[in-house]
């Protein structure tokens, strides 16, 4: 049928050579629109009668959002909820970690599964580290005895003070650790730090090494705290004032297990930092004297004579760096700056004084005599548009009153 309408076309086309006029015109018109017409209609024929008829279409898929071999869901939420773990680990934000644990586990992988368990093992350990003890550390026997109930007590250089080392566990808690497991031994490393200050100002440090094995397996219970006495402190060599000591230690575990009701379960801690002890040591007849009750009384009366006083200045000036108040610590600023400025006599135990008092954050950062001055005067300077910086002596009977 096609092709017998394009042969009429053709012959149409051919037979109006011989018209002449408009009639030819009409002609090439009416056969140029019929060739138009019929060759699509004729190819739109020729595909549908080629086109197999007993087959149906193919439907067309779309894949939107993952490819074919994409993770499923459920195994895609473990992953997030297991970066979470990650990203809370490093925070060690050990409540997300909890409340992300709760999650329901089903349709994780095996893989995932035994990540799941790992971080368990890992909060439940921070857990036992953070919260898992009554007292963990060092401290003094009888402390209410040795300076009146003072919590860190001051003591004196020659006085007696007994130390323990005591890990206590929570109530309903217990745990052991192995003496020995495999090649790791369960040992104690103890060092007591000490800072002696001199008359001169000068400040020597030390530390005392003090290391152990653990002689049995350690079972920590509320009922039964680890207890072990500690060697009595060193004595101050001659010449120190006073003394700054601080007790600290690591206990290194060969292996730690929390017991449960439903039984033993492994701890990783393979050590547990010891809270450390603090303490001061002066002269014998400190606590008698002015010098702790009344330090600001006691350093006005040596600045003017640093070179007579100086033990005097050196112990006041502590006493008001820990136990004064603001007001009381830039009244003893002036007086020591102003005591440098005078006279050059005991000038490196008013500059270690200033030290105390100022502290290390505040003070200048070269710590001569002529950079104690600048700094004196630009802080004053500053401190114009506020008022003046007292200076001055204080009157009989003030410290007592703030």
């Not at 919590?151 to 007994?162: H, N, R």
Request: aromatic fraction near 8%; glycine fraction near 6%.
């Amino acid at each position: 049928m096609a092709k017998a309408t394009i042969d009429k076309t053709i012959r149409t086309s051919a037979s109006v050579r011989a018209i002449d006029g408009p009639a030819r015109a009409r002609a090439v018109g009416r056969a140029h629109r019929m060739f138009v017409f019929a060759v699509p209609c004729a190819l739109f024929v020729g595909a549908c009668a080629s086109a197999p008829t007993d087959t149906p279409p193919k439907p067309l898929v779309v894949t939107l959002g993952r490819e074919p071999d994409a993770a499923p869901p459920a195994q895609r939420f473990h992953e997030s909820v297991l970066a979470g773990l990650r990203e809370a680990w490093v925070e060690r934000d050990l409540e997300r970690m909890d409340n992300l644990l709760s999650t329901s586990r089903a349709g994780a992988t095996p893989e995932q599964v035994e990540s799941y368990t790992s971080y368990d093992v890992l909060v439940a350990s921070a857990f036992v580290e953070t919260a898992g003890f009554q007292f963990k550390g060092f401290r003094f026997l009888n402390v209410d005895t040795l300076d009146g109930g003072r919590v860190p007590p001051d003591l004196e250089l020659s006085q007696e003070a007994p130390l323990e080392l005591r890990i206590q566990a929570q109530a309903g808690a217990s745990y052991r650790i192995p003496r020995q497991e495999a090649d790791a031994v369960t040992r104690f490393v103890i060092t007591t730090h000490f800072e002696d200050y001199h008359v001169d100002g000068s400040v020597a440090r030390s530390a005392t090494p003090y290391r152990f094995s653990a002689q049995r397996d350690l079972v920590i219970t509320d009922d039964e705290p680890f207890v072990i006495p500690l060697p009595t402190l060193p004595n101050a060599p001659d010449g120190v004032l006073f003394r700054k000591l601080r007790v600290e230690g690591v206990l290194f575990c060969a292996a730690f297990y929390e017991t449960l009701e439903s039984g033993t379960e492994a701890r990783m801690l393979p050590r547990l930092e010891l809270e450390s002890l603090s303490a001061m040591q002066f002269l014998a007849g400190f606590r008698t004297s002015k010098v702790r009750s009344a330090p600001l009384e006691v350093l006005t009366v040596a600045t003017q004579e640093p070179g007579r006083f100086a033990p005097h200045l050196l112990t006041a000036s502590f006493f008001v760096a820990r136990d004064g108040v603001r007001a009381d610590k830039d009244r003893a600023t002036g007086l020591l700056v102003e005591a440098l400025r005078r006279s050059s006599a005991a000038a490196k135990a008013i500059m270690a004084a200033l030290l105390l008092v100022v502290g290390e954050d505040e003070a200048p950062k070269l710590r001569d005599r002529d950079a104690w001055l600048r700094w004196w005067d630009l802080r004053r300077m500053d401190a114009v548009k506020s008022g003046p910086v007292k200076s001055g002596p204080v009157k009989s009977g003030a410290a007592k009153s703030k």
